[in-house]
């Protein structure tokens, strides 16, 4: 299995059920093919750098997750079909960024 990070933009007129629900598909998708969730951020409402659709803000979320590298590809289908989503970024993650994650969640945790 290979661990990703996927960031995705939501449209800054959803709610926050509507967000949560949009999360809460793309984790159901991702358990679904055998993959685990490893970390889940909110990062909130953000300020774009420039305007994507007509739009000047947007939710931000991260997801860091392990899963077959198969499984990519139906993933980006699923998020480019999904209206809610602006944009999104999957990253598959080398040695170097699994363990910059790990000091970076044990900081978080420690933080909460």
């Known amino acids: 299995m290979n661990q990703y990070e996927s960031v995705f933009i939501m449209h800054p007129v959803l709610s926050e059920d509507q967000v949560r629900e949009t999360v809460e598909k793309f984790k159901g998708f991702i358990e679904a093919k055998g993959g685990s969730i490893l970390q889940e951020e909110n990062w909130g409402l953000k300020k774009l750098a420039y305007p994507i659709q007509s739009k000047r803000s947007g ?3 991260l997801l860091e ?3 077959p590298g198969e499984v990519i590809a139906p993933l ?3 998020m480019k079909r999904d209206e809610r989503i602006m944009r999104f970024m999957n990253v598959a993650m080398d040695k170097h960024h699994v363990d910059y994650a ?3 969640r044990s900081k978080l945790q420690t933080s909460k």
């Open 76 to 78: 980006e289908v699923e």
């Open 102 to 104: 790990k000091v970076r």
């Open 65 to 67: 997750f392990q899963v």
């Open 59 to 61: 939710f931000y979320h």
